[in-house]
């Protein structure tokens, strides 16, 4: 149907214009948390100082900086991978080892991950050791952070291989259905992370012990009770031991699900602001955010692989992405070339639709969101939001059209005015 170069043209169409969004993107941002940097927006005059905001909007830029520089050396390697030869030169090398075809392909997505690893390190090195401490968060050493890196490799050896293993082996035995069975295998393994995730791999990371008792697991076991919510694990993790930033989250389901804070955030934070932070996670539960986003990622997985099943019959995709004409034979004799080229063209045409992501995960927070003031203190809530933004130096002024398309949360001014919203008037002061 297509030609191979005007499939490579397709793809650079593809590249430059998702490049040029994030870094016009980015410069958008830039450009407005500088601008907004002497003046603490309004509705947060009373609670938030000028030195804080500016410390956000300096952070905030910084990062920036760094994701534009990212975003940029991860388009120049897809570049050298797919046009420049990469692919198919590592192809070409697997070729005169004596293994089988399998093995090659194994060998294949190992050594590319191994590139893509080395190019992204000098910047995930420069957020920790650059960014967070000349802001004050980052509590890791040079060590912790190589033995973090060495915990990673290790268990991308231990799962990921086996699951490459065994998409590999499907794709190559199972014949043309070999998508469906693909799919099945993708969605069992998700599932089982699921589970896997709180109770075997996030230990390996942090230490996690029961909340201690007193004032605020009191207000916690009261509001799990008027939720109806039994059977959740209530831990604490030692996330100062590499970062500053605070956070609550909600994970695993079945028996396995449990709800887990920062000891940051459970130093910073009065007993019934975490009450009113875990009404909000505990909102995501009973709205059944974690299985609709499964569902969805069901849909569209079983969408992409379709296409990779198609596109694996077509010379013009692998020719059209800088495989070499002499190549063609062996690259599509070879299910794993397929599934490495479409893995790396991929996100340049899906970037489209991350807006409609972002859109989604903001719906889910604003609906968490109410379901927290129905159950506990809305204003609790504010506070408790105002002391994260605080905290983290989250800025307050995003740029809209950045934080349209990036952001999994609404602005701070537009969540905050909603929960007010809901909340009622404010209340009458307690008198002393
Ligand atoms: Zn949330």
């Given at each position: 149907m297509?030609?191979?170069p005007a499939?490579?043209l397709?793809?650079?169409?593809?590249l430059?214009?998702?490049?040029?969004?994030?870094?016009?993107?980015?410069r958008?941002q830039?450009a407005?948390?500088t601008?907004?940097?002497?003046?603490?927006?309004t509705a947060?005059a009373?609670?938030?100082?000028?030195?804080?905001?500016?410390?956000a909007a300096?952070y905030?830029?910084a990062k920036?900086r760094l994701?534009a520089?990212?975003t940029?050396?991860?388009?120049?390697?897809l570049l050298l991978?797919?046009?420049?030869?990469?692919?198919?030169f590592i192809i070409a090398w697997t070729?005169t080892?004596?293994?089988?075809?399998?093995?090659?392909d194994v060998?294949?997505?190992?050594v590319t991950?191994l590139?893509?690893?080395?190019?992204s390190l000098p910047f995930?090195?420069?957020?920790?050791?650059?960014?967070e401490?000349?802001?004050?968060f980052n509590?890791?050493?040079?060590?912790?952070?190589?033995a973090d890196?060495?915990k990673?490799?290790?268990?991308?050896?231990?799962?990921?291989l086996?699951?490459?293993?065994?998409?590999?082996?499907?794709?190559?035995?199972?014949g043309?259905?070999?998508w469906i069975?693909?799919?099945a295998a993708?969605?069992a393994?998700q599932?089982?992370?699921l589970v896997?995730?709180?109770?075997l791999?996030?230990?390996l990371?942090?230490k996690f012990?029961p909340?201690?008792?007193?004032?605020?697991?009191?207000r916690?076991?009261g509001?799990l009770?008027?939720?109806?919510f039994?059977?959740?694990g209530?831990?604490v993790m030692?996330g100062s031991?590499r970062s500053?930033?605070?956070?609550?989250?909600?994970?695993?389901?079945?028996?396995?699900?449990?709800i887990?804070?920062?000891?940051?955030?459970?130093?910073?934070l009065?007993?019934?602001?975490?009450e009113a932070?875990l009404?909000?996670?505990?909102g995501?539960?009973?709205l059944?955010h974690v299985?609709?986003?499964?569902?969805?990622?069901?849909v569209?997985t079983l969408g992409v692989l379709?296409?990779l099943?198609?596109?694996?019959r077509?010379p013009?995709?692998?020719?059209?992405?800088g495989?070499?004409?002499?190549?063609?034979?062996?690259?599509?004799?070879?299910?794993g070339?397929?599934l490495q080229?479409f893995?790396?063209a991929?996100?340049v045409?899906?970037?489209v639709?991350?807006?409609?992501?972002?859109l989604y995960?903001?719906?889910?927070e604003?609906?968490?969101d109410?379901?927290?003031?129905?159950?506990?203190?809305a204003?609790?809530?504010?506070r408790?939001l105002?002391k994260?933004?605080?905290?983290?130096?989250?800025?307050?002024?995003?740029?809209p059209?950045h934080?349209?398309?990036?952001?999994s949360h609404?602005?701070a001014?537009v969540?905050i005015?909603?929960?007010?919203?809901?909340?009622?008037?404010?209340?009458?002061p307690?008198?002393?």
């Open positions: 297509l030609t191979a499939f490579t397709l793809f650079l169409i593809a430059c214009a998702s490049l040029g969004v994030r870094l016009w993107l980015a958008r830039i407005h948390v601008a907004h940097r002497d003046a603490v927006p947060f009373e609670r938030i100082a000028l030195p804080a905001h500016r410390k300096d905030t830029a920036q994701f520089l990212n940029l050396a991860d388009a120049v390697l991978m797919t046009l420049g030869g990469g692919i198919g070729e080892i004596a293994i089988s075809p399998f093995w090659r060998l294949m997505f190992v991950t590139i893509a690893g080395v190019v995930s090195w420069r957020h920790t050791f650059r960014i401490e000349r802001f004050g509590r890791m050493t040079q060590r912790l952070w190589l890196l060495a990673a490799i290790a268990l991308g050896v231990a799962l990921g086996p699951l490459l293993m065994l998409v590999l082996w499907l794709m190559a035995t199972t043309t259905w070999w069975w693909v799919w993708w969605m393994f599932l089982l992370l896997a995730y709180p109770t791999i996030a230990p990371f942090n012990s909340l201690a008792a007193g004032a605020a697991r009191d916690i076991e509001l009770s008027r939720c109806g039994t059977s959740a209530l831990f030692d031991k500053g930033h605070g956070n609550a989250y909600f994970t695993g389901f079945g028996r396995a699900k449990r887990v804070f920062f000891d940051t955030l459970i130093a910073r009065a007993p019934e602001e975490i932070v009404a909000h996670e505990l995501h539960f009973k059944k299985a609709k986003r499964i569902a969805w990622s069901a569209i379709a296409l099943a198609y596109f694996a077509e013009w995709f692998y020719a059209g992405l495989i070499p004409e002499a190549l063609l034979p062996t690259a599509m004799a070879r299910p070339v397929a080229l893995l790396l991929l996100p045409f899906t970037f639709l991350e807006p409609l992501g972002s995960s903001r719906k889910h604003f609906e968490a109410a379901f927290a003031t129905r159950y506990a203190d204003f609790a809530l504010v408790a105002v994260l933004y605080e905290d983290n130096a989250a800025t307050l002024t995003p740029d059209l934080s349209a398309y990036h952001d609404p602005p001014a969540r005015a909603r929960i007010e919203s809901l909340a009622g008037p404010l209340p009458i307690a008198a002393v």
